[in-house]
């Protein structure tokens, strides 16, 4: 177990312990940290969006091209205690959540805006918590509306970003294929929740 005494050096019991305190170390001062998308996590991007695409009739060459609108997100890593989004803030990016785990929450009508600085609090309501391979706020980005939930990563989590910027400036058949990702991803969420899947 690691241990911290009073200032002094932070003690690890096992190498991978002391690996994962100088990871979230390096996190904490350097919160949004960017990288170039690597093999491993645009692959798992590309197996995400493809998912996706795959419960409706989409050709097998299309495959090439999902590999390559991953390759458009940005990877980054946010330490615990993160805010991606909260209700009113412009719908910048469309995150897809890699690693890690996000929660929702939607305002407590008795509470005021504040509360969205500190989810804990208890000025909030918890709606559903998002996994690895969810996309996450593709409703209001889709729409190019404020956004309607608060986002909230209590753990260290990994997310690939695509800003509407970005996405604006896709060739016409990649922006068609995410919309077709976006629409069956909305379309397996109201499955869920009706219970029908």
């Known amino acids: 177990r690691r ?6 050096p932070v003690v690890c019991e096992t190498m991978d312990e002391a690996l994962e305190f100088c990871e979230g170390e390096v996190l904490a001062d350097c919160p949004g940290l960017v990288w170039a998308p690597d093999a491993s996590a645009t692959s798992f991007l590309g197996s995400v969006l493809w998912s996706y695409l795959s419960h409706a009739p989409v050709p097998a060459a299309h495959y090439q091209m999902v590999e390559e609108l991953a390759g458009h997100f940005l990877i980054q890593s946010f330490g615990p205690a993160h805010t991606f989004y909260a209700p009113d803030d412009p719908s910048k990016d469309l995150y897809v959540l890699l690693d890690g785990e996000i929660d929702l ?4 009508p008795v509470s005021d805006r504040r509360g969205w600085a500190a989810p804990l609090e208890g000025h909030h309501r918890r709606v559903c918590r998002m996994r690895p391979g969810s996309i996450i706020g593709e409703m209001d980005w889709s729409l190019a509306q404020p956004r ?20 604006a400036s896709l060739p016409p058949p990649l ?21 029908t899947r």
Not at 176 to 189: C, R
């Open 3 to 8: 241990r911290r005494g009073g200032g002094g």
């Open 105 to 108: 929450y939607l305002p407590d």
């Open 148 to 167: 309607s939930y608060l986002a909230h990563a209590m753990v260290y989590t990994t997310v690939a970003a695509l800003p509407a910027e970005t996405a």
């Open 175 to 195: 922006r068609s294929l995410l919309q077709q990702v976006l629409i069956n991803s909305l379309s397996l969420q109201m499955l869920e929740m009706d219970g």
